[in-house]
């Protein structure tokens, strides 16, 4: 018997291809109730540190015992470990490559299992390029069922999972050095740095050559013009008003940026 409850899915398949629909085809087989909420298909191929930024930013909004199903999987095939966590605000299934590593920063996980029980699979000889469709999703569905973690295959030491080893930030005599560690589809550039180390300060950030002015909104500056701010996700972003500022300023994923404090 099937029960509602939420299930998410985040990856790197785009919306070009069937490999979406065909997890959520075989979700509804186990689970024709769950309801299943795309957090993104967009995220750039293999880009485990951009999976890893949008699962941490939607994962605090959704209820209690949500499944999150994530797969941007370059390991797939592997020796990489398939896993199911529980977590004290829902469940994260997906591969052990690091892309749980924001989630897990922030809320610690309770259990961790190694997805051994083929029982739980779609087959019980996945094949070796689609792991979303015979084993994450089928996994996810089941957990959103009501079967108890411990079922799905053998716990493992929460410490033992990979952590992405992404660059940190730190202070300096006149502000901080961080990098861009996210790029959305406008091109606002998210950096590193939370928003509260500059709140209530007056502040620039440099990247490269050029210097950028921080305001509070967008209207601030005129059509074009760049500006620094603490975006939605609260964090240090550079963004252009009405445009796109990784094209328009050349910015790329890990840029150095500098956030000096004005005097």
Avoid at 20 to 34: E, F, L, S, T
Avoid at 43 to 64: D, S, T, W
Avoid at 72 to 82: E, F, L, M, S, T
Wanted: charged residues 15%.
């Amino acid at each position: 018997m099937s029960q509602q409850g939420f299930l998410t899915l985040l990856s790197d398949f785009g919306d070009r291809d069937e490999y979406v629909a065909v997890m959520k085809g075989v979700i509804a087989q186990i689970n024709p109730d769950v309801r299943v909420v795309d957090i993104t298909h967009q995220i750039p191929p293999q880009n485990i540190a951009a999976a890893r930024f949008c699962l941490m930013n939607a994962y605090p909004y959704f209820p209690l015992e949500t499944v999150h199903v994530a797969v941007v999987d370059p390991g797939v095939g592997g020796k990489r470990r398939a896993i199911a966590a529980e977590l004290p605000q829902g469940f994260l299934v997906g591969p052990d490559n690091g892309l749980f590593t924001g989630v897990l920063s922030q809320s610690p996980a309770i259990t961790v299992v190694e997805l051994t029980n083929s029982k739980y699979w779609r087959i019980t000889k996945p094949s070796s390029t689609f792991h979303g469709r015979d084993i994450f999703a089928p996994v996810g569905a089941h957990l959103a069922n009501g079967v108890p973690l411990k079922h799905l295959g053998q716990e493992i030491n929460p410490a033992t999972l990979v952590k992405l080893d992404l660059p940190g930030y730190s202070q300096t005599e006149d502000g901080i050095v961080g990098c861009i560690q996210y790029i959305d589809h406008f091109g606002n550039s998210v950096t590193n740095i939370p928003g509260s180390y500059v709140q209530g300060k007056s502040w620039s950030v440099q990247i490269g050559e050029g210097t950028i002015k921080a305001y509070e909104t967008y209207g601030e500056v005129a059509v074009g013009d760049a500006i620094a701010l603490v975006g939605s996700h609260g964090w240090v972003e550079i963004a252009v008003n009405s445009g796109n500022a990784q094209s328009q300023l050349q910015i790329n994923w890990g840029d150095e940026i500098k956030i000096k404090i004005l005097k």
